[in-house]
């Protein structure tokens, strides 16, 4: 995270584990929504009953968004993805998945999370 760049704590709850996160000034909103559809769908991987561990429900939880994500895009008339070969790594897509800066992002949540870690529980 840039060091110039004006956060603020943001607390949010993903399966009933609190977490503060260092926000942007003005992406409030936006971190707030990403966490609840973060946490609704991680909720109901975990309520199928068939994952417990956190980290595996967090993995297919992902999985779930990104596929949900590029099936969205594909109805919206943007190519969809060429499958790859098993050895093969895929390469980034040439435009992005969604308008906001989902990477910006993602390290935003990585930096709050490596910084902060979860809260301490009330």
Known sequence: MSANMN???????IMGQGYVLACP????AVLTAAARL???????V????????????????????????????TRDGHAAPAPAAEA???????APLITIDVDALVRRLDAALDGHGPAPSA
């Not at 973060?38 to 109901?44: L, Q, S």
């Not at 595996?56 to 990104?66: Q, T, Y």
Request: contains cysteine.
């Open 46 to 73: 975990r309520d199928a009953g068939r994952v417990k561990a956190r980290e595996r429900i967090a993995v297919l939880s992902a999985l779930n968004l990104a596929y949900a994500l590029i099936e969205q895009r």
């Open 7 to 13: 956060t603020k704590p943001l607390d949010v709850t």
């Open 88 to 94: 093969e790594v895929p390469a980034a897509p040439a």
């Open 38 to 44: 973060v946490d609704r769908e991680m909720c109901a």
């Open 25 to 28: 000034e003005g992406a409030e």
